[in-house]
């Protein structure tokens, strides 16, 4: 069973003095924050939240399908894309998978909570993770079910359009269904050359994860959905589980979040720059970084405590000890603006220059570091 830990604990008391800044690099979240428009949208529709919402979201529905280019019954809207995961695993009940190792561990609860059978495909780590011909060949006859997340998390690694089409053959050769996790493909900056979203009509066994998560800072409102051409199959997802699974507020937020098509392109531009910025950092520090091309960067560092010790200057990152096929020297940080990115980089060349569990010498001896 994988452990179920994610990025953005900001709950736990950590029992920082008032005076430091919680930083949290551990969820990969837009650093521009909410964009103006979905606030406002937020605010001016609040009289609507006493009713129930739609529970077939047809206005969100109409907008999603508007933006892609796509038609309605293409589309099925969740409570985040992690609810759309596991409504579709539900679903289906598949008896035998194919996942990635490493990749997002929603995937395997959702599978493991069916009863499937799981078989995982190691991503070579030698070649940093990038997804190769040994995955293609393990998609077989019996594999009922395949996830791949594109750009994969942790790793930040984003497969190429033509290769994922190839994926897309394989399944629809093999009846393996495939779900497209494309959640965080809105960060790449020539998102063309890597979504598969202009093959969805001609490959009805594949279905797109999408979020508002990510790109629009919105992981407390929960909001994500799945593209596919298969009707009856996104009706079965729309079917299964409650029926208000998208909240009022969601959905005015969504659909003025779609509004925001210079805000994607001012993100791509913030985020390249700055993962730029913090790649080279991390380098210097003499960390191994892999090639990312996400809002968040993996890499390893020569001690498996990273995460604990840099909490003690108050910023989390993710460690990635409980993703299969990694281990806790790998850690993943989200890619934010300059000043935090900077607060990151000095954190973590100080905790490199101490002993491991001199905490006293972390800190300084006049107690916290408030000032990295
Ligand atoms: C690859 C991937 N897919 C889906 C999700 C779930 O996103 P949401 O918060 O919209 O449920 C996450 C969350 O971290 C993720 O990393």
Redesign the pocket.
């Known amino acids: 069973m994988v452990k179920k830990i ?1 990025g953005g604990d900001i709950y736990t008391d950590r029992k920082l003095p008032p005076d430091v800044k919680l930083v949290d690099f551990s969820a990969n979240l837009n650093p521009l924050g909410m964009p103006q428009a979905v606030k406002d949208a937020l605010c001016r529709d609040v009289d609507s939240y006493q009713n129930y919402p739609d529970p077939q979201c047809r206005q969100l529905r109409r907008a999603i399908g508007a933006y892609y280019g796509v038609p309605d019954d293409w589309i099925v809207c969740g409570n ?4 759309v ?1 596991w409504r579709l695993v539900l679903a289906r009940k598949p008896r035998r998978a194919l996942l990635p190792a490493p990749t ?1 561990s ?1 995937y395997a609860e959702a599978l493991e909570s069916v009863g499937c059978e799981i078989c995982y495909y190691d991503l070579p780590q030698k070649a940093g993770f990038v997804p190769d011909e040994g995955f293609l060949d393990a998609v077989c006859p019996g594999v009922e079910i395949c996830f791949f ?1 594109n750009p994969n ?1 942790p790793t930040g690694i984003a497969a190429k359009a033509e290769w994922v089409r190839r994926l897309m053959e394989r399944c629809q050769k093999n009846g393996t269904l495939l779900v497209l ?1 494309e ?2 493909a809105d960060f790449l900056e020539e998102e063309q050359r890597y979504t598969a979203l202009p093959f969805l009509s001609a490959f009805p066994g594949t279905v797109i ?1 999408k ?1 508002f ?1 990510k790109m629009y800072a919105m ?1 407390g409102i ?1 909001l ?1 959905y799945a593209l596919c051409a298969d009707r009856q199959l996104i009706l079965q997802i729309s079917q299964t589980g409650q029926a208000w699974s998208v909240s009022s507020p969601a959905s005015s937020c969504g659909i003025a979040a779609l509004t925001q098509r210079d805000f994607v392109q001012k993100t791509k531009r913030f985020i390249a720059e700055e993962r730029n910025f913090l790649q080279k950092e991390l380098e210097n520090l003499g960390l191994q970084v892999y090639a990312g091309k996400a809002n968040y960067l993996l890499f390893q560092a020569p001690t498996d405590d990273l995460p604990r010790r840099l909490e003690r200057f108050g910023i989390l990152i993710r460690s990635c000890g409980n993703y299969r096929g990694l281990d806790n020297r790998y850690c993943r940080v989200a890619v934010k603006n300059r000043e935090d990115n900077t607060r990151l980089i000095n954190g973590i060349r100080q905790v490199l220059k101490t002993e491991p569990g001199n905490a006293e010498t972390e800190r300084g001896k006049s107690g916290w570091q408030r000032q990295l």
């Not at 985040?80 to 609810?83: F, K, Q, W």
């Open positions: 994610h985040g894309a992690a609810d995961i997002f929603e997340c998390n996790d959640c965080f994860l979020a998560t992981a929960r994500g």
